[in-house]
Nanobody, 115 residues
Framework: VQLQASGGGLVQPGGSLRLSCAAS????????MGWYRQAPGKQRELVGQ???????MYADSVKGRFTISKDDAENTVYLQMNSLKPEDTATYYC??????????WGKGTQVTVSS
């Protein structure tokens, strides 16, 4: 499974960005997909994920502001980020967990929230 993430950038506080993650390769192996982020000097943390029954879970820090969706026809997962805060600044990573337990990671995309 290969993952191609895009959509990061610089945005002012209160602004919005949408990240995309396109999956290719052995798509049928994917159990769940989602997003992590890592800020400088901090551990990587889960932002949100779509689990096996297509329900979506979010970190408390982003609930109500971030929305994960997917387009099965395009094998793409999106992360819509609204009401962005400076503390959302991080490198965002798309991931796909296979049924085997193997995790696949996309190349990180930088999100910077600053005035």
């Amino acid at each position: 499974v290969q993952l191609q993430a895009s959509g990061g950038g610089l945005v002012q506080p209160g602004g919005s960005l949408r990240l995309s993650c396109a999956a290719s390769g052995d798509i049928h192996k994917i159990k769940r997909m989602g997003w992590y982020r890592q800020a400088p000097g901090k551990q990587r943390e889960l932002v949100g994920q779509i689990i096996e029954d297509d329900s979506i879970m979010y970190a408390d820090s982003v609930k109500g502001r971030f929305t994960i969706s997917k387009d099965d026809a395009e094998n793409t997962v999106y992360l819509q980020m609204n009401s962005l805060k400076p503390e959302d600044t991080a490198t965002y990573y798309c991931y796909a967990e296979e049924w085997s337990g193997l995790n696949n990671w996309g190349k990180g995309t930088q999100v910077t929230v600053s005035s």
